[in-house]
């Protein structure tokens, strides 16, 4: 099977911007939760989408907000840029969900903010 | 609320020496842990998970709900073991979060 891909790779935005990450999940997996990682803040919850759902959040404001098509396929929105939001972004699938379940990582996408 | 602990930033042992990672961790329920490691220029990916109980690459890690930790260890390290570990925790719902530890970086020495 193919693994979880993301795009783009690397993105360059200035404040104030928008930016949209794309994750492709591994087939037949239905979960795909989003997180950002820092080198201060370590590996940082997002949100998961199930089934076009969010089903869960983490403490994020607003203005990162997520979405699942129904081929499991998901974006993550980041709006009005800021320089704190650089980052690599990590999706990651799973058949069913996080409890007792193996999340598959993608590649992240490396996000700059000028 | 859920909270995962690594205390230290980074380890650094040498090869053949024990090693041991510590997570703590606070969850009110019945919680499932995960080891997660993070080789250079490579992608996260799970090292073992509590529930199954196995020794992954001569790793093994052990559920104390005393004591609330599950901490990653190994008798004799390799070289090929320094990455980025991370240990997370995630409850007993279908709709549960998981969340990270702030992750211990292993350096093991020649």
């Known amino acids: 099977k193919a693994g979880v891909t993301q795009t783009p790779r690397y993105l360059i935005k200035t404040r104030g911007q928008q930016v949209t990450l794309s994750c492709s999940p591994i087939?037949?997996?239905?979960?795909v939760s989003w997180y950002q990682q820092t080198p201060g803040q370590g590996l940082q919850f997002l949100f998961e989408?199930?089934?076009?759902?969010?089903?869960n959040k983490g403490n994020f404001p607003g203005r990162f907000s997520g979405r699942q098509f129904s081929n499991s396929r998901s974006e993550m929105n980041v709006s009005t840029l800021e320089l704190g939001d650089s980052a690599l972004y990590l999706c990651a699938s799973s058949p069913t969900g996080t409890n007792y379940n193996e999340q598959f990582f993608g590649p992240g996408t490396r996000l700059t903010v000028l | 609320a859920q909270r995962v602990t690594q205390p230290e930033k980074l380890l650094s042992v040498f090869k053949g020496a024990p090693v041991e990672l510590k997570c703590n961790y606070s969850y009110s329920g019945s919680p499932e842990l995960f080891w997660y490691v993070q080789y250079s220029r490579q992608r996260l990916q799970l090292l073992l998970r509590h529930i199954s109980r196995e020794s992954i690459k001569g790793f093994t890690a052990d559920l104390n709900k005393g004591e609330t930790s599950f901490h990653l260890k190994k008798p004799f390290a390799q070289e090929e073991d320094s990455a980025m570990y991370y240990c997370?925790?995630?409850?007993?719902?279908?709709?549960?979060?998981?969340?990270f530890g702030s992750g211990t970086r292993l350096s093991i020495r020649p």
């Open positions: 087939s037949g997996h239905r979960s």
């Open positions: 997370a925790l995630s409850g007993d719902s279908s709709a549960s979060k998981i969340i």
């Open positions: 989408y199930f089934s076009e759902t969010q089903r």
